[in-house]
Structure formats: structure tokens, C-alpha cells
């Protein structure tokens, strides 16, 4: 069976993981360890790749290939955009990814990718420029599992970073320019490499901070965490177990 494999960015991301699964095995490759075993009876590949959107790639690239993955799940902390309606310890999950500092800083302000007529990547004849969707099928089932848990789930836009937003002013201008919720240092890469791949990709984050002027005595990152592992041992166990879920089986879009 194809395993899953879950990226985070720093062990603390991955402690409860670690902690379920079994028959671990700690391998290296190309300088990225990881941890093979089982969660159920699912095959897992647990990695803390490192922050931000260069180790996140090269990790999750690197893996692809090795291992040959049906789905990964990029999991750990986002800071939540102020208006989203998002509050620390909540959970949210991408529909889309913005790369939210690609572009060209302009007289008249900055443009994206697409201004420069410079696609991230192509796919034929398809070009992506800032904007990388995620696997519907994977998000709308964290939905409902969320729906059937009483679990709070916001869906919406994520925009990756790679200079943290450490102002409110900052964090108003990105969530309304991109209508995003949330932001990170390394979604857009593992979903970019995802879908260069042809694998699914499912990111939910905890937030650990509202993006507002900088105060690290207000973030919550351990709670983050564990909110976005305990929802993904949920997801992992409704894998497992089809016959007990609660939901209808959609067939992936493809
Ligand atoms: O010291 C800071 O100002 C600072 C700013 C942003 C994040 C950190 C971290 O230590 C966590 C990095 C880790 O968590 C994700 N994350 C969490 N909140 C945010 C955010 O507001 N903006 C961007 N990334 C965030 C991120 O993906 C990193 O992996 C410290």
C-alpha cells in the first residue's frame, strides 16, 4: 500500500504523531531524516523537513521520489490573518496556496508573478503563477470529519511567507490583497511540489498567533500543535477505518 506522508516544518509539530506511530524505522535521505511505521494499519512517513519554503520543497521532493506517497499532509502552525474569524488554537484548512512574497516591489507598489509573465511552473500548457490549488477531495473530507467532531474548521486561503508578518498593518494588507485567512513559511512549497507530482495535498494548521504587531508572550504554539496533530490522527483513523465513517465516499476529482 502507498503510504501517507505527513510534513511539518520542526519536531515539536510532530510530537503526538511520532508518539502513534509504531514499528518506526528513522531513515535519511539526502541529508532529510524521517520516520517510517504504521498508524493503524496505514503506512506513514513522519518528517520535520525544516522552516520555511526551501527546506519544504527539497523535503517533500525528495520524499516523493523515495517513497512514492498517494497523499501528503503539510500539518503544524499558521499565524491567523485578523478579520478571518480564526482565534489561537483553531483549526484551518488550505484550499489554495499563495506565494505571498514572489513578484517584483514596482514604484506603483508590488505585482505578482503573473505581472511578470513569469510562471512558478507549468504543467503543459497550464501556467501557475502565485496561486497552487490543494486536493478538494482531501480538504471537503477534513470538513466533514470536522463537522462530525463539533470541531471548529475554517476553509479558506493560506498565503506562505517568507518574511513573517510581525505588524497588524502587514497582516490586513496580505489577507485582503490575497482574501486569505492564514499564513505560514511553508505551504505554497509542499503544495507546489505536490501538485508538480500528481500527489494529493491536504495542509491543516493550528494557529498559534493572530498576525498582529509582534508579541511572542500572545502565541500559543504547543497548542497549536497539538490541535493540528490530534485533527490529523482523527483523519488518519477515518482512513483506516472507511467501513465505520460516518461520511459518503466521494471518489477523488482527477
Ligand atoms: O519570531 C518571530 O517573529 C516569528 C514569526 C513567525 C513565526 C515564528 C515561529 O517561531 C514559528 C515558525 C513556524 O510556524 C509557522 N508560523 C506560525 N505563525 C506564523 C506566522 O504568523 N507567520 C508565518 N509563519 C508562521 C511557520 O510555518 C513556521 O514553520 C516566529
Given at each position: 500500500?502507498?503510504?501517507?506522508?505527513i510534513?511539518?516544518?520542526?519536531?515539536?509539530?510532530?510530537?503526538?504523531l511520532?508518539?502513534?506511530?509504531?514499528?518506526?524505522?528513522?531513515?535519511t535521505?539526502?541529508?532529510?531524516?524521517?520516520?517510517?511505521?504504521?498508524?493503524?494499519?496505514?503506512p506513514?512517513?513522519?518528517?520535520?523537513?525544516?522552516v520555511?519554503?526551501?527546506?519544504?520543497?527539497?523535503a517533500?521532493?525528495?520524499?516523493?521520489?523515495?517513497?512514492?506517497?498517494?497523499?501528503v499532509?503539510?500539518t503544524?502552525?499558521a499565524?491567523?490573518?485578523?478579520?478571518?474569524?480564526?482565534?489561537?488554537?483553531?483549526?484551518?484548512v488550505?484550499?489554495?496556496?499563495?506565494?505571498?512574497?514572489?513578484?517584483?516591489?514596482?514604484?506603483?507598489?508590488?505585482?505578482?508573478?503573473r505581472?511578470?509573465?513569469?510562471?512558478?511552473?507549468?504543467q503543459?500548457?497550464?501556467?501557475?503563477?502565485?496561486?497552487?490549488?490543494?486536493?478538494k477531495?482531501?480538504?471537503?473530507?477534513?470538513?466533514?470529519?470536522?463537522d462530525?467532531?463539533g470541531?471548529?474548521?475554517?476553509r479558506?486561503?493560506?498565503?506562505?511567507?517568507?518574511t513573517c508578518?510581525?505588524?497588524?498593518?502587514?497582516?490586513?494588507?496580505?489577507?485582503?490583497h490575497?482574501?486569505?485567512?492564514?499564513?505560514?513559511?511553508?505551504?505554497?512549497?509542499?503544495?507546489?511540489?505536490?501538485?508538480?507530482?500528481?500527489?494529493?495535498c491536504?495542509?491543516?494548521?493550528?494557529?498559534?498567533?493572530?498576525?498582529?504587531?509582534?508579541d511572542?508572550?500572545?502565541w500559543?504554539?504547543p497548542?497549536?500543535?497539538?490541535?493540528?496533530?490530534?485533527?490529523?490522527?482523527k483523519?488518519?483513523?477515518?482512513?483506516?477505518?472507511?467501513?465505520?465513517?460516518?461520511?459518503v465516499?466521494?471518489?477523488?476529482?482527477?
Amino acid at each position: 500500500m502507498q503510504p501517507i506522508l505527513i510534513m511539518t516544518a520542526v519536531p515539536q509539530e510532530m510530537t503526538l504523531l511520532e508518539h502513534a506511530l509504531t514499528n518506526a524505522v528513522r531513515q535519511t535521505a539526502t541529508a532529510f531524516e524521517y520516520a517510517e511505521g504504521t498508524i493503524g494499519t496505514l503506512p506513514v512517513l513522519l518528517c520535520a523537513g525544516g522552516v520555511g519554503k526551501i527546506n519544504a520543497a527539497a523535503a517533500t521532493a525528495t520524499l516523493i521520489e523515495r517513497c512514492r506517497p498517494h497523499l501528503v499532509i503539510n500539518t503544524g502552525c499558521a499565524g491567523a490573518y485578523p478579520g478571518s474569524g480564526l482565534s489561537i488554537g483553531h483549526l484551518a484548512v488550505a484550499s489554495n496556496e499563495i506565494l505571498g512574497d514572489e513578484g517584483v516591489l514596482t514604484t506603483g507598489g508590488w505585482r505578482d508573478l503573473r505581472f511578470m509573465e513569469l510562471p512558478s511552473f507549468m504543467q503543459g500548457k497550464r501556467a501557475y503563477h502565485n496561486e497552487i490549488p490543494l486536493s478538494k477531495h482531501a480538504a471537503e473530507k477534513a470538513m466533514q470529519l470536522a463537522d462530525y467532531y463539533g470541531v471548529l474548521l475554517m476553509r479558506g486561503r493560506f498565503v506562505t511567507v517568507s518574511t513573517c508578518s510581525g505588524t497588524r498593518q502587514r497582516g490586513e494588507t496580505l489577507a485582503r490583497h490575497f482574501n486569505a485567512i492564514a499564513e505560514s513559511m511553508e505551504g505554497a512549497a509542499v503544495a507546489q511540489i505536490c501538485l508538480r507530482s500528481g500527489v494529493d495535498c491536504l495542509e491543516i494548521r493550528g494557529i498559534s498567533n493572530l498576525v498582529v504587531d509582534r508579541d511572542m508572550s500572545a502565541w500559543d504554539i504547543p497548542r497549536a500543535a497539538e490541535s493540528a496533530q490530534r485533527f490529523v490522527l482523527k483523519y488518519l483513523e477515518d482512513l483506516d477505518r472507511p467501513e465505520l465513517s460516518a461520511f459518503v465516499q466521494v471518489a477523488p476529482e482527477r
